[in-house]
């Protein structure tokens, strides 16, 4: 089941940001060492009682001037009506309240999206509370004080938050049909590969009236299977800035792949691939997504006998962080290899949800410890026991050693590809969680 998501919309200098990081703690979703994801922190996981969410933030640029500060904030208003579940309006108790809070409020109460009211900077409830019911005016419910810089008041608001998120029940039964996210940058040519598909003759479309975040879920049965497609192409905005816009599909794309199975990435293949295609590409495997990588506009490269293998080549140099990802060659004009992109997606969630019997697993294990010893330090050499596979979406494997500290980043790899000798998983990462295990036991 996708996580809820939950966006932060709010003036400049109201604490966005600080609540964002209070939020967060060091739980960040942007991995350091995926190259090419963005350092700049939009989206984490966050945690509260039983559920977990993905928080966003929506703000960014802060300009000067307050009319551009209104449209601003119009802007980001929008990007979370339009992506997530439950919205986080933050005031300041100390600039009380202002009128673009009020234009705001009214565009975030006629998106009929749940929106929580949240007066920031009351560090005492004696001295502000007086302040904090002014803002009953702005119509969008009770004002709920905290103050992000002490984390006061903050458990307060994510009950609040939480009682909005879809029953975890509800949302079961589409559980079964695989959602698949089509992202990359614009003008790719990912819309022209949505409208091939659904162009096809062998496909039987049907719009899905979804949950309120999609604007575009597209239910596609080929050869008797049912698929939903996510599209993310419709949301270029026209920005001024160039940051605001990458951002932006940044956005949509943590939330895209959030709800899919599988991600295809597309990439146009006269550029190769670019930063902003290694970053969606990073957020899809820093997520645990089965991944394909589709090469669009092949119909137009001139090729030889060592065209595929070079561009392949290439993809694989600059995706290294993702070597598993299945990479395809098509054309959404000509459709060509189409067919073939759906053998890849039933391929990715066979995969994805494969589940592997410990015998067998540790079978794999001792001949893999045989053939190359597992490191030492000063003397204590790691000895790992046992592996169990414990979850699929991705599949998820727990190792248990005698000392965690011995057990390198190069030592897991190594095991990681003996196990994909073993059993392929091509087009899934796979999730190592590494315990320790008292001699004794």
């Known amino acids: 089941m996708s996580k809820p998501v939950v966006a932060i919309v709010g003036r400049p200098n109201v604490g966005k940001s600080t609540l964002f990081n209070a939020l967060a703690g060091d739980n960040i979703s942007i991995v350091k060492d995926t190259p090419g994801v963005t350092r700049d922190r939009i989206y984490a996981d966050v945690t509260w009682l039983d559920r977990t969410f993905t928080l966003i933030d929506t703000g960014g640029i802060e300009p000067d001037s307050s009319d551009i500060i209104l449209s601003r904030m119009r802007e980001q208003a929008q990007i979370a009506i339009d992506t997530a579940d439950v919205i986080i309006f933050i005031t300041d108790v100390r600039q009380g309240l202002v009128d673009s809070d009020a234009k705001v409020a009214d565009m975030l109460r006629r998106s009929g999206k749940p929106v929580r009211l949240v007066v920031n900077k009351v560090d005492s409830h004696q001295k502000y509370m007086m302040d904090v019911y002014e803002f009953y005016n702005l119509g969008i419910g009770e004002p709920i004080p905290v103050s992000a810089a002490n984390r006061q008041g903050l458990g307060d608001m994510l009950d609040e938050v939480i009682k909005e998120f879809p029953d975890k029940n509800e949302e079961e039964d589409q559980d079964d049909i695989p959602k698949i996210a089509i992202v990359g940058k614009p003008n790719v040519g990912k819309s022209s590969l949505i409208n091939k598909l659904l162009g096809e003759e062998r496909v039987i479309v049907s719009n899905i009236a979804g949950t309120t975040r999609d604007a575009i879920d597209t239910k596609v049965t080929w050869n008797n299977k049912d698929y939903i497609f996510i599209d993310t192409a419709g949301l270029r905005r026209k920005g001024k800035v160039k940051e605001e816009i990458e951002r932006y599909s940044v956005i949509r794309t943590v939330t895209a792949v959030e709800r899919a199975d599988v991600v295809v990435v597309v990439i146009d293949a006269s550029e190769g691939v670019t930063e902003q295609d290694a970053k969606i590409a990073g957020i899809a495997h820093d997520r645990g997504k089965g991944i394909i990588v589709a090469v669009n506009k092949w119909d137009a490269i001139e090729k030889n006998d060592k065209t595929i293998y070079r561009h392949t080549e290439k993809i694989r140099q600059i995706l290294s962080f993702m ?24 391929m990715v969630i066979e995969n994805q949800t494969l589940r592997i019997q410990t015998g067998v697993l540790n079978e794999i294990l001792s001949e893999a410890v045989a053939l190359q010893q597992p490191p030492s330090d000063r003397g204590r050499r790691l000895k790992i026991f046992y592996m169990t596979q414990v979850a699929v979406k991705p599949p998820t494997f727990v190792i248990f050693v005698n000392d965690k500290e011995l057990m390198h980043f190069s030592y897991v790899r190594y095991l990681e590809n003996k196990i994909r000798d073993a059993f392929g998983f091509s087009g899934t990462s796979l999730k190592f969680i590494i315990r320790e295990r008292g001699e004794k036991e």
Do not use: W
């Open 323 to 346: 070597p598993y990802a299945q990479i395809i060659f098509i054309s959404a004009k000509t459709g060509q290899r189409l067919p073939k992109l759906f053998e890849n997606i039933d």
